[in-house]
């Protein structure tokens, strides 16, 4: 257990700082009505988005691990708390502010992680009937179809639908690593569950870029995180045999739920495209005459007054 929870945070660590360069990326990207070559053309000449998405294999590589040896609904907690991770990460590098909201959030998180390590079990069985291996393939087609559907448009409901899409997809991969059977080589082109694995992280990949460009950062992850982690939690539950240590059910129940309510607290942190922009320039001389100031964010700034 020790080695998949350690895989598990390291991994975190890799998911933190990928979403951030992923969003600078994606905006640099041009924007996209549909699905095609071009978006994913814009978003391979962006270095922040390759960089992000190198931080993502990275971090998926690790979860590997975790995901074949720790109950579902643990993995899913520790990686969907990425966000604390990127929180920091701002702070440190890009000089953006906790604010008291966010201390709590990353509190919880700690908190809630450190319930849920305490009060998890070992992991259920990591084999499933065909049936199950089916399911998980037509689940990623339907996401994809829905994918497509939903990048004819450019609004927040868009943008939220896409986030959960995105979820369902990398919920898709972590079962599918989970069950999926490493014995040979075959395996590889013969278990449907393997085609869902690739072709549900790609699609993650592709419905949470586009979520980006058409709503906030907070839209698309607090939708993503709500997919991504309560629906593996429950089919590794119901259907796969995760559960807690005997006598810690209540212990990993409330660190579930107060790790996953850290994450959504943490979820408006995830506005980064103002840090991530370039830098303004202080003013250094004194306001003219005819300035006036401007508190609508809360800091005073002066705006030439208009005759």
């Known amino acids: 257990?020790?080695?998949?929870?350690?895989?598990?945070?390291?991994?975190?660590?890799?998911?933190?700082?990928?979403?951030?360069?992923?969003?600078?990326?994606?905006?640099?990207?041009?924007?996209?009505?549909?699905v095609r070559v071009g978006l994913l053309a814009g978003l391979l000449r962006s270095w922040r988005f390759l960089l992000g998405t190198g931080l993502d294999i990275a971090?998926?590589?690790?979860?590997?691990?975790?995901?074949?040896?720790?109950?579902?609904?643990?993995?899913?907690?520790?990686?969907?708390?990425?966000?604390?991770?990127?929180?920091?990460?701002?702070?440190?590098?890009?000089?953006?502010?906790?604010?008291?909201?966010?201390?709590?959030?990353?509190?919880?998180?700690?908190?809630?992680?450190t319930l849920l390590a305490v009060g998890s079990g070992e992991a259920g069985h990591d084999h499933a009937p065909p049936a199950f291996h089916w399911a998980l393939l037509a689940t990623t087609v339907l996401m994809l179809l829905l994918t497509l559907l939903l990048a004819r448009r450019?609004?927040?409901?868009?943008?939220?639908?896409?986030?959960?899409?995105?979820?369902?997809?990398?919920?898709?991969?972590?079962?599918?690593?989970?069950?999926?059977?490493?014995?040979?080589?075959?395996?590889?082109?013969?278990?449907?569950?393997?085609?869902?694995?690739?072709?549900?992280?790609?699609?993650?990949?592709?419905?949470?870029?586009?979520?980006?460009?058409?709503?906030?950062?907070?839209?698309?992850?607090?939708?993503?995180?709500?997919?991504?982690?309560?629906?593996?939690?429950?089919?590794?539950?119901?259907?796969?045999?995760?559960?807690?240590?005997?006598g810690y059910a209540w212990c990993a129940l409330t660190g579930f739920a107060v790790a996953v309510g850290g994450t959504f607290v943490l979820s408006r942190f995830g506005e980064v495209e103002a840090e991530l922009g370039p830098t303004p320039v202080a003013r250094t001389t004194p306001p003219c005459e005819g300035d006036l100031p401007d508190k609508s964010d809360g800091e005073m700034r002066t705006e030439r007054q208009v005759p």
């Open 1 to 34: 257990m020790l080695l998949g929870l350690t895989t598990a945070l390291v991994a975190t660590v890799c998911f933190g700082f990928g979403s951030v360069f992923q969003a600078g990326g994606a905006r640099e990207a041009p924007r996209a009505d549909r």
């Open 59 to 113: 971090g998926f590589a690790l979860s590997i691990v975790a995901l074949r040896t720790l109950p579902l609904f643990l993995v899913q907690a520790v990686t969907n708390a990425s966000l604390a991770v990127t929180a920091l990460a701002a702070a440190r590098l890009l000089g953006a502010r906790l604010h008291r909201a966010d201390l709590l959030g990353i509190a919880a998180v700690v908190v809630g992680l």
């Open 154 to 246: 450019h609004d927040t409901a868009s943008a939220v639908g896409l986030g959960l899409l995105a979820g369902v997809g990398f919920g898709v991969t972590s079962l599918a690593v989970r069950v999926f059977d490493f014995s040979g080589p075959l395996d590889v082109f013969t278990d449907p569950a393997a085609y869902g694995l690739a072709l549900g992280g790609l699609g993650g990949y592709l419905a949470y870029a586009l979520a980006l460009q058409r709503g906030t950062v907070t839209a698309a992850t607090a939708a993503g995180t709500v997919s991504e982690t309560f629906g593996p939690a429950l089919v590794g539950v119901a259907v796969l045999g995760d559960a807690a240590r005997p």
